[in-house]
């Protein structure tokens, strides 16, 4: 836990399918109990992404399961679309950039940085096959070599 940051919950699967140009923190907007959910790790990123709507960033498809010892009835819904806090001049930024060919907004992961659950948004331009094919062809040779080098000491 460095710098008061506890890492929730990340998308591991968006490493892997995009390439990340740009990343960026923002706050988001929750209901609830919802941050007690969250600090339980009860979040899944897998499907969600962001869109500029209104000059207003927004998440979608985040999955934020009911806090388990809460009322049921009264929890917000779990894929519900979430505000992100940002300044203005990010999301214009930003909205220009994801309108380009091929760029979408994704989130990296979610963490408590003070006490605020804080996500990290990426600006991402998906790989093709052979691009997937490669990445996981340099990280076994970087295994590799790393393997040989602690066997040669």
């Avoid at 009911?66 to 049921?72: F, Q, T």
Wanted: hydrophobic share 35%.
């Amino acid at each position: 836990m460095a710098d008061g940051i506890k890492i929730v919950a990340k998308n591991r699967k968006a490493r892997y399918e995009y390439a990340i140009d740009d990343t960026l923190e923002a706050g988001i907007v929750l209901q609830g109990s919802e941050v007690k959910s969250i600090r339980e790790g009860r979040i899944s990123l897998q499907e969600a992404f962001c869109r500029v709507e209104n000059g207003e960033m927004k998440l979608f498809n985040c999955h934020i399961a009911p806090y388990s010892h809460g009322d049921a009835a009264t929890a917000p819904d779990a894929t519900r679309t979430r505000k992100l806090l940002l300044h203005q001049s990010e999301i214009r930024k930003w909205e220009k950039a994801s309108q380009q060919q091929g760029y979408t907004i994704i989130p990296l992961m979610v963490y408590f940085r003070n006490g605020y659950a804080k996500i990290e948004i990426g600006l991402a331009k998906g790989k093709k096959l052979h691009d997937k094919r490669a990445d996981v062809a340099e990280k076994e040779a970087k295994r590799r070599m790393e393997q040989l080098s602690r066997q040669n000491y």
